[in-house]
T-cell receptor
Framework: ETGVTQSPTHLIKTRGQQVTLRCSSQ?????VSWYQQALGQGPQFIFQ???????GRGNFPPRFSGLQFPNYSSELNVNALELDDSALYLCASSLARLSSGANVLTFGAGSRLTVL | SQQGEEDPQALSIQEGENATMNCSYKTSINNLQWYRQNSGRGLVHLILIRSNEREKHSGRLRVTLDTSKKSSSLLITASRAADTASYFCATDARGGGADGLTFGKGTHLIIQP
């Protein structure tokens, strides 16, 4: 059973550029979510994908977008990068839950984005 | 925005001692989880406690939940150097759906050998 893998591990972009981060879910998981973690802070929920559609979103602007593919892998795209977008971006996979079930996440190691 | 607030922000203890960290949150929850993060890497799930539970154990971990005070504590007994990490509480809001987890700012735990 493979865990969650993310690429790239590190990248540097300049303000105004666009970035795509990639994630492969853990085997058997069908839901993927993305989190942004600024230095010294806890992760903040960006959005979640299930059955290739976004089904939940945190307080992030539309320039943060994503995709989920039939094999449950996912991409996070950020357009018009700003300095404050510098952070560790974490992908997490899970099993879709019933309304009363628990949302236990398996995280990847993250992609560290630096915006200059 | 962060729902949970961990306390203390940083904790340094000797190996073998017990470590206690606390978490407070603001809204009604379905369950509360604790995660560990080593040096800016991915988070690892440690333990989950449901809103109708008061205490839960897993190995050297003990978690309590007081929904009336909207608070939880994580106790790590007989600490080891490998326990050095940041610990986060995460709440799962009532109503389910796809709201994601809401994390606190974390407690940075250092175990001195």
């Amino acid at each position: 059973e493979t865990g969650v893998t993310q690429s790239p591990t590190h990248l540097i972009k300049t303000r105004g550029q666009q970035v795509t981060l990639r994630c492969s879910s853990q085997s058997g998981h069908n839901t993927v979510s993305w989190y942004q973690q600024a230095l010294g802070q806890g992760p903040q929920f960006i959005f979640q994908y299930y059955r290739e559609e976004e089904n939940g979103r945190g307080n992030f602007p539309p320039r943060f977008s994503g995709l989920q593919f039939p094999n449950y892998s996912s991409e996070l795209n950020v357009n018009a990068l700003e300095l404050d977008d510098s952070a560790l971006y974490l992908c997490a996979s899970s099993l879709a839950r019933l309304s009363s079930g628990a949302n236990v996440l398996t995280f990847g190691a993250g992609s560290r984005l630096t915006v200059l | 925005s962060q729902q949970g607030e961990e306390d203390p922000q940083a904790l340094s203890i000797q190996e073998g001692e017990n470590a206690t960290m606390n978490c407070s949150y603001k809204t009604s929850i379905n369950n509360l989880q604790w995660y560990r993060q080593n040096s800016g890497r991915g988070l690892v799930h440690l333990i989950l406690i449901r809103s109708n539970e008061r205490e839960k154990h897993s190995g050297r971990l003990r978690v309590t939940l007081d929904t009336s005070k909207k608070s939880s504590s994580l106790l790590i007994t007989a600490s080891r150097a490998a326990d050095t990490a940041s610990y986060f509480c995460a709440t799962d809001a009532r109503g389910g759906g796809a709201d994601g987890l809401t994390f606190g700012k974390g407690t940075h735990l250092i175990i001195q050998p």
